[in-house]
Nanobody, 117 residues
Framework: QVQLVESGGGLVQPGGSLRLSCVASGNIFSIYGMGWYRQAPGKQREAVAGITNDGSTHYVDSVKGRFTISRDNAKNTVYLQMNSLKPEDTAVYYC???????????WGQGTQVTVSS
């Protein structure tokens, strides 16, 4: 059974940084690309960044140059380094496969990121 657990969120001032982590149980890292998604209050969930098995990355335009996704297959962990954070980055951040799988366990609780002075 797959379970994805996100961590690392918090309250940070504009311009600050956070590093999110997502640990996956179950054998998915060797099979799927992984991604980070976010959902702000009153908005639909959007894809933020993705990384393939061979390390190729892609980002939504609004975070390019500020966010970096990486993965450690040995640790079944995917990371999102977020720099130069802006108030509009405030959201609950989730990890999932790319494209996302909607079966039980693939959408975790997420981790709240709040950017505010």
């Amino acid at each position: 059974q797959v379970q994805l657990v996100e961590s690392g969120g918090g309250l940070v001032q504009p311009g600050g940084s956070l590093r999110l982590s997502c640990v996956a149980s179950g054998n998915i890292f060797s099979i799927y690309g992984m991604g980070w998604y976010r959902q702000a209050p009153g908005k639909q969930r959007e894809a933020v960044a993705g990384i393939t098995n061979d390390g190729s990355t892609h980002y939504v335009d609004s975070v390019k140059g500020r966010f970096t996704i990486s993965r450690d297959n040995a640790k079944n962990t995917v990371y999102l380094q977020m720099n130069s954070l802006k108030p509009e980055d405030t959201a609950v951040y989730y990890c999932n496969t790319v494209p996302p799988i909607y079966s039980q366990g693939y959408w975790g609780q997420g981790t709240q990121v709040t950017v505010s002075s």
